[in-house]
C-alpha cells in the first residue's frame, strides 16, 4: 500500500568554494510562500506583527533580529510574537526560521498556527521550532530550522495566524512541573527571519546574507599535564576509600577492585583495599537479607532496578585469589561462610535480572551486563551452582544482537515481546532505539564494552564473538561524527544528534571513537579491541588535539561516576599512542571521498557528497503509525538546515490507524507533564496508518511499537538528493527518477546512472542518488 507525499522540487546545490556574503545557488532557490523580515519595520507591518516581551536587536553580519525576553505570565514563559503569513491553498506547506549558528542558548522557541501548538515539546515526530543550543552549532554561519505545517489548516487557506511563543528550557526526566519546566531566565536566541514555502529543502534567497566558517587553528592546549591530574584525581578517591569507616557501597566496592589491578594507582595490591571490598560485599549481602527489593533498587548504583548486585559482582570475580581466603570464614552475625553467603546473593541477583530484563537496546545491555556479572561471581567462588557459561552468555549475545532478544524469563519460557527474530543492534552495528539515536547510541556501543569486558579476565581477552560485534558497533558509530569547529574555532568533529530518535542536546559533543563522561573512556574501546578503524579515529582526535581537551572537561565534573571512567585512561592512552600509523580517518572528515551509509534497519542515512553532508532518518519517531516523515541534517558550506519533511512510504497495511491524540508535551508515552492552561496541539486527529505486525509480536493500536510505524521502502527527495531505502529482507522496489532530472550519479559508487527507467533496489540496500550538479571537493 503506498501513500504518496510531496516530492520536493529540484533545487541545485550550492557553490562550494568558500563561503561568501551571500549564496550563489547553481539552480533556483526555494520559491517563497511569504517571507516576514523580524526587525524590519515595514516587513513587520506588512505581517501584522505584534510583540510582548520583545526586542530587536542588531544581530550577525549587522542583520536585524528579535529576541523574546522573560517576563511571560508564569515564571517559565516568556515573550511571544504574533503575526500572519501566507500558505499554499493546495499543497502542503513548510515553515522555516532563520537564526545565527553562534547563539549558545538554553531556551525553547514554540510554534502556534491558529491558536493552536505545532508539534511537541519532548521528543515528538514534529519537534517544537527551536530547541536550546548548547554549544555553538554553525561556527560563523546561519542555520535554517524548518517544520511541516498541518495539512488540514492550511488546505484552501492562503493566508494564517501565527504565534512564536518562547520558554525556558525543560528537563525530560523531571517528575513534578518544577523539575520539568525551567523558568526562563534569559533572552532567547535571535529570529532573523520566517518563510513559509512548499519545498521542504530550504535554499536561502539568491541575496541572503550569508557568513562564512572563520579562520581555525589547531588547538595548542591542554597537554599531556592533564593525564597527571587524572592520576592525583583517581589516587584522592582511592584514599578516601580506603580510609572510610563505613561500608563501601557496591560501585565504590567495584570501583577498588579494578584500581586494586592498576599498577600506578594506590590500591594496587592493597590489602587495605581488600579489606574493604570484603566489608562491602558482605554489608550488601546484609542488607539483601533484610530488604532483597532495597538492593535491588540500590540508589548508589547509575540507575536503581538495572543493576541487581552487579558491580559487587563484578568484585568478586576480578579478584577470586587475593579474596580466596577469607571466602571460607564466617560473616559476622550470620553464621555462614562468605562463600555460601555470596554465592546466595550473587544467584538472587541473577535470578531477579532475568525476569527484569529492560528492551531498549542499552539498558537492555546494563541488566545482562550485570545479570552475567552475577552469575561469573558464582562461576569463580561456588561454581556448581553457576549456570554453564553457554547459559549465561546467551544473554550477552542477545544484548548485542547476536542472537534475537527474547525478552524476560518466565515460568513458559521467554516472553518474546518482538516476536523470535527482532535484533536489539542491526546488522550494519547501530542499536535500536527505536531508531537511529545519537547520544544514546553512544550510550549502546558503551554497553556493548560494558559486555566484552565482563568476559574479560584480568589483562586477558573476552569472547571473541563480543569482541568482533563491539569493534563493528565502533565502525557504525562512527559514520556519526562530522567536522565542525568546536568553541575556540579549533577542528573537532562532533556526534550527529540532528536526527536522533531520543536526542535532545544540540549540537552533538566532541567525540572521535567513544564518548567520554561518566564511567565511559574516550579510549576505551579502542584500546580493549585495538581494530584498526578505531585506531584511526583515535589517532584523528590526537592530531586534532582534541584528547587532552576532552578529560579536562571531564575533570571539571566532580561526581564519583566521572571518577570511575578516568581510572583506566592513563593506561589507555599508553597503549594507543605507541600504535603505528592507521591509514583510517572517520568517513565524514572533508579529506576523506564521498561516501554513503546506510542501515535499512534503522532506517538511517549518512551522506558525504564533496562538501555537502547530509544525515537522514527516514524511520522517524514513527512508534504509533505510519507518519510519512523524515528527519534531515544538511550541512553545506554556507548554511546549515535542520528539517521534518515528507516523504513516501510504501508499507504493508494491517487495517488499523492512529489518530494523534491531544498532546502538546511528550510525542510517546501518555503526552508527559500536563501544562496549565486549555492548550492545543494543532496536529490532533490525524490518522495514521498502522503497519502490519509480525507474527507473534502482540499489539493494540495506541501502543507504541518498533513496527506500527516501519515502512517498506522509502522515497525521500530533498533537494538535489533522492534517496530509496528498501527495507524488506526479501522485496524489490522501484525507484522513480523525477522528469526533468538531466542526470544521476549514484554517490556511493560515482557512476551515472540512466534517466530512461526506474531503478530497481533490492532487498535490505539503499540507493542515494544526486541530480545536481558536482559538489566541489575541496575542504571549506
Partial sequence: MKFSALLSLLIGATSLGAATPAINPVSPPTVLTDRLDLGSPQS???????????EVTTGALGEPARRLLPGGGAAWEGGRLSFTMKVDPKEPTYLTARFWGEDVNENYLLLFCEGKQVGYRHLGDIDVLALPDEDIRYNGRFYYITTPLPPAMTKGKTELHFEIRATGKIWGYGQTFAQYQKPMNTASRGIYRVYTHTDGCFVPPAGEKQGKEPPSTLRAQPGAEVIDAVKERVNATIANLLKSERPLNQMQVQFLAKAYLVSWSHAFHNQKALDQIIAGVDACYQAWTKSPDAVWQDKTTWNPGWFGVGPAADAVRLLAGPLEPALDQKIAGDGKTRRAAWSELFQASRDWLRTHRRWLANQAMFTDTNLYLS??????????????EEKALRYLYESVGLLPWLGIDTDHGSEKPFGDAFYQVTSKGLTKELGYVGDYGEGGAAGAMEI???TRPPGGEGDPKLKAQLAKMLRARGVFRYPMLDEDNHPAMRLETGVGWRDTHFPGRILYAQRAGGEESPLRMTAATLDPYAIGYVQQMFADNQFFSTLAHDLADKRFRTTTGLLGVPDEYELLRRQPPSPHRLPMTWSQPDFVFADEENGVVGIKNGNEILFASLYWRAGFGINFLARTHYLTPAYEQVAVVREDVVFEASGLTYTRPNWINFGFGNGGMKYPGNLQQAFAGEELPIAKMPPGVPFKAGDSNYFAGRGQFYTLRYGPYLIGMNCTPNQTFELKIPAGAGRARNIATGEFVP??????????STFVLYLGPSPAITAP
Fill in 452 to 454: 566484552y569486558d565482563a
Fill in 44 to 54: 513587520e507591518h506588512q505581517h501584522a506583527l505584534q510583540t510582548a516581551q520583545s
Fill in 375 to 388: 552469575n561469573r561471581a558464582v562461576a569463580a567462588i561456588d561454581p556448581g551452582q553457576a549456570f554453564p
Fill in 755 to 764: 534517466m530512461s527507467r526506474a531503478l530497481k533496489v533490492g532487498p535490505a
